[in-house]
């Protein structure tokens, strides 16, 4: 979550900050030297932490342009717990918002999508799970991943509920 929450800050700040990187990246689970790495392995399997799918969904959903989201005037950037970014892709046409809940409580956002026109389906990715000190390991590699499912667009302002710790990613097909 505070990693999700890092990066919304990296992207609405891309006008300077050109290029970032996860370090340390890959750990054998029997001999290594810190815990942070993003990707573990032994001599048979590798699994994937939740680090990695924060840093997997923001490449695969980075967009070319970076869009203004405020509330109440101010960027997103931990009032009421609550962080965001949002960029448009040019290429795919597509609206992509991040929002990145760090509380122990699920938030209802209203984004009012003035200036853009967007298809009535989009998609929404979540990563979550119940418990902070949760992992993922050999036993159980895909116990946090994110989850992906249809969401539906309604006129100019669209309602999403944000889970307790939770990123989340909406990506909104442009007209």
Same mark, same amino acid.
């Given at each position: ?5 890092? !990066?919304?800050?990296? +992207? &609405? =700040?891309?006008?300077?900050?050109? /290029? ?5 990246? !890959? ?15 032994? =001599? ?9 799918? #924060? ?6 959903? &980075? ?15 931990? %009032? ?10 040019? =290429?795919? $046409?597509?609206?992509?918002? $991040? ?7 699920? %938030?209802?956002? %209203? ?6 026109? #967007? +298809? ?19 036993? +159980?590699? *895909?116990? *946090?991943?994110?989850? +992906? ?24 097909? /442009?007209?």
């Amino acid at each position: 979550l505070s990693e999700s929450a890092f !990066m919304t800050g990296l +992207e &609405r =700040n891309a006008d300077v900050v050109h /290029l970032t990187s996860y370090a340390p990246l !890959m750990a054998h689970v029997d001999a290594f030297q810190w815990a942070p790495d993003m990707i573990w392995f032994d =001599n048979l399997n590798s699994f994937g932490t939740a680090n990695y799918y #924060v840093q997997k969904l923001y490449s695969n959903n &980075r967009g070319t342009d970076v869009v203004a989201i405020t509330k109440d005037g101010k960027p997103l950037t931990g %009032q009421n717990d609550l962080y965001a970014t949002a960029a448009t892709d040019v =290429n795919k $046409k597509e609206l992509i918002l $991040k929002l990145v809940n760090t509380s122990g409580k699920a %938030q209802d956002i %209203q984004a009012n999508l003035s200036g853009k026109s #967007v +298809e009535s389906k989009g998609k929404m990715i979540v990563l979550t799970h119940d418990k902070l000190d949760d992992y993922n390991t050999l036993a +159980e590699p *895909i116990k *946090i991943i994110p989850a +992906e499912k249809e969401y539906k667009v309604s006129g100019k302002k669209t309602a999403v509920t944000v889970p307790a710790y939770s990123f989340v990613i909406l990506k909104l097909k /442009l007209k």
